[in-house]
């Protein structure tokens, strides 16, 4: 885990990778609750005996929005940001959706730094996100996130 005090810290890590987590499987259980909490019921999604019949490897596959929405869980301890009073998701500048990620799939994150700034008092950090598929070729999601960051006294 990458310790930061300051944003001076923060920009030290400019172009590096600073962690990656853990497999997670994604099963249809998360798919479903998913799909319940934003109302997107495609089949492709949640119809598992249609997926068995019409889709080319007969699986469900996640929303790609699940699979964005499962990356402040995975890198959560990638760096502990000392002195923090909050933190806050400040947005995305860039999301691609390489590779479906199939019910049964193992994801994981890999983040690296690509900015560190000073914005309104806090640290601006921006990373560069790719959630992995185990034995695929292609991340299934590259995202550039933004996190603003309020430390103690500032």
Same mark, same amino acid.
């Given at each position: 885990?990458?310790?930061?005090?300051?944003?001076?810290?923060?920009?030290?890590?400019?172009?590096?990778?600073?962690?990656?987590?853990?497999?997670?499987?994604?099963?249809?259980?998360?798919?479903?609750?998913?799909?319940?909490?934003?109302?997107?019921?495609?089949?492709?999604? #949640?119809?598992?005996?249609?997926? =068995? /019949?019409?889709?080319?490897?007969?699986?469900?596959?996640?929303? @790609?929005? *699940?699979? &964005?929405?499962?990356?402040?869980?995975?890198?959560?301890?990638?760096?502990?940001?000392?002195?923090?009073?909050?933190?806050?998701?400040?947005?995305?500048?860039?999301?691609?959706?390489?590779?479906?990620?199939? #019910?049964?799939?193992?994801?994981? =994150? /890999?983040?690296?730094?690509?900015?560190?700034?000073?914005?309104? @008092?806090? *640290?601006? &950090?921006?990373?560069?996100?790719?959630?992995?598929?185990?034995?695929?070729?292609?991340?299934?999601?590259?995202?550039?996130?933004?996190?603003?960051?309020?430390?103690?006294?500032?």
């Amino acid at each position: 885990m990458h310790v930061i005090s300051s944003v001076e810290d923060a920009r030290a890590l400019e172009g590096q990778e600073v962690g990656v987590s853990d497999w997670t499987v994604i099963d249809q259980h998360r798919i479903d609750q998913f799909a319940e909490a934003t109302a997107d019921y495609q089949w492709i999604h #949640v119809d598992t005996a249609r997926a =068995a /019949r019409e889709m080319p490897d007969g699986k469900t596959i996640a929303h @790609g929005y *699940l699979t &964005l929405a499962l990356i402040p869980g995975l890198t959560g301890n990638f760096v502990h940001v000392e002195k923090l009073t909050r933190a806050i998701n400040f947005g995305v500048n860039k999301v691609r959706f390489y590779t479906p990620v199939q #019910v049964g799939d193992r994801v994981r =994150a /890999r983040a690296k730094i690509v900015q560190a700034r000073r914005r309104a @008092g806090a *640290l601006l &950090l921006t990373s560069e996100v790719s959630i992995e598929v185990e034995g695929a070729r292609k991340p299934a999601c590259v995202a550039e996130t933004l996190g603003m960051y309020f430390f103690e006294g500032a």
